[in-house]
């Protein structure tokens, strides 16, 4: 792995923020293989293939009027030629429906990579939320 898959990588990584904070599920899928898995179990939500997810984050998403996410601290934890499994830490305000105070999350996201014909892509995902601010009520 070079300078170059790092910066590839860390430009993947930035482009799945504005995905999601732009609500472009199109681009959001293009952060990820075909077959990847996507969990975000942890922040109470779904875990599912990538076009359930984005799917089900396409109609949850409608309702949030702002996010913000940052990604920071990106690690190749290890790396072959084709392959990285990366950690980078996020940190996420979000004004949610109904609620006229921010909330504010962060943790971790894991991701297994791979090379593909175009690009770095995200085979699978797990987000590790650590902590929640202003949480709703009767969210886990």
């Not at 790092?6 to 075909?34: C, K, M, N, P």
């Not at 830490?89 to 971790?108: I, K, W």
Request: with cysteine.
């Amino acid at each position: 792995m070079n300078s170059t898959d790092f910066q590839e990588i860390s430009a993947l990584l930035y482009r799945y923020a504005r995905a999601v904070d732009g609500h472009d599920w199109d681009l959001y899928r293009s952060v990820f293989t075909a077959e990847a898995t996507i969990d975000y179990r942890s922040a109470g939500a779904i875990a599912g293939s990538r076009d359930e997810v984005a799917d089900w984050l396409a109609a949850g998403f409608a309702a949030i009027p702002m996010s913000m996410h940052y990604i920071t601290n990106i690690e190749i934890l290890s790396a072959t030629a084709d392959t990285a499994s990366v950690r980078a830490m996020f940190y996420n305000p979000m004004q949610l429906p109904g609620m006229t105070e921010l909330s504010y999350c962060g943790g971790y996201y894991h991701h297994e990579l791979v090379r593909t014909g175009d690009g770095w892509r995200s085979r699978a995902l797990r987000e590790e939320n650590l902590w929640f601010t202003n949480r709703p009520s009767g969210a886990s």
